[in-house]
């Protein structure tokens, strides 16, 4: 079963993403729920796979045939719920297409904040010349360090188009590659980031929304790192302590901060981070682009396939 409606046409599935499916999943019956004339409980339990942005836990009584619950998103949190672990149903994300259009929002926010471009955009209706204000404000990313925490798919990414403008790039993750210096990037355990953070410019975090992950970047994080570092949130609101990073952008070890996600989304108008000089927030867009269902569908197919054949599934939540 289908369940991709979205209120963004880039995210919703369209009939020749459909038909794409059942034709290279000819032994598979593919029904979709196109609006709210259809009626969802009778085909989730005729379903024995369900593809969707989200699964409602009310869902599970009705979900007789279920067998396997799968995402087009990177994330988990739209769908992960005690109940669905405990049903027994397998419960799959996705990865590998999120990557480019990610770290080109993380390399937007570097670019606009080592050029001025930010800067700029917010003087030139109070001030005739600010060039000298530009000078100031500009550096150089060539030569600089940049720390990405919780680095999988789309770090790996973002190390790559790093490399690209000369930098260099630390991965930092729970559990590293076996070839260290693979894709361009420097990888490193997780213990490792306060020494790793006195090394770097910019930092980038990716981590997920985890019990384990909440409020990590906090006041004591923040104190590890250096003087005028540049934040930049694209994982999830709840892995930053939104106090704290006020707290380093007043003492000037944030000079600039860059997030796609906050704890409360939509934030409010007021929200402080929102008004701050230093920080630029964008409504938690970056994976946009036109291509999103496209990839998202042929991620979908290669999935099916191993489950058809019992192959390795990739991304497992729940099993």
């Known amino acids: 079963m289908i369940n991709l409606n979205h209120k963004y046409d880039f995210w919703k599935i369209k009939e020749h993403q459909i038909q794409r499916i059942k034709e290279s999943l000819p032994d598979i019956d593919v029904a979709v729920y196109h609006n709210k ?28 045939n279920l067998k396997w619950i799968t995402t087009p998103s990177a994330g988990a949190d739209y769908i992960e719920s005690p109940e669905i672990k405990e049903s027994g149903i397998l419960f799959t994300t996705s990865s590998g ?46 030569g ?9 798919s789309i770090g790996t990414e973002l190390g790559k188009m790093a490399k690209g403008f000369g930098m260099k790039a630390y991965g930092i993750r729970r559990i590293v590659p076996n070839n260290k210096t693979q894709d361009d990037i420097i990888w490193a355990n997780m213990d490792k ?25 906090n006041k004591e994080m923040f104190q590890n790192m250096n003087k005028g570092t540049v934040f930049i949130n694209l994982g999830r609101g709840s892995t ?4 704290a990073l006020l707290w380093a952008l007043d003492e000037g070890i944030i000079s600039w901060c860059g997030l796609d996600v906050l704890s409360q989304e939509p934030a409010p108008v007021e ?3 929102k008004n701050h000089s230093r920080v630029v927030v964008t409504p938690h867009s970056a994976t946009f682009t036109n291509y999103f269902m496209d990839n998202a569908v042929d991620y979908f197919i290669e999935q099916c396939k191993k489950y058809i054949s019992g192959g390795e599934m990739n991304n497992i939540v729940y099993q």
Request: aromatic share 14%; charged share 20%.
């Open 144 to 152: 600089t360090s940049m720390a990405i925490i919780g680095c999988g």
């Open 193 to 217: 980031i306060p020494h790793i953070l006195q090394d770097c410019k910019i930092v980038v975090n990716l981590l997920p929304k985890l019990e384990t992950t909440f409020m990590f970047f």
């Open 240 to 243: 930053v302590d939104e106090d």
């Open 271 to 273: 929200h402080p981070l």
């Open 37 to 64: 004339m259809d009626d969802i409980s009778q085909m989730i339990s005729d379903a024995h796979i369900y593809f969707g942005w989200s699964f409602q836990v009310k869902w599970l009584d009705v979900s007789k």
């Open 97 to 142: 297409y999120h990557g480019y259009p990610m770290a080109q929002h993380a390399m937007g926010f570097i670019l606009g904040f080592s050029r001025g471009i930010i800067y700029s955009s917010r003087a030139q209706t109070v001030k005739q010349n600010y060039r000298s204000d530009v000078a100031d404000e500009f550096f150089d990313i060539k």
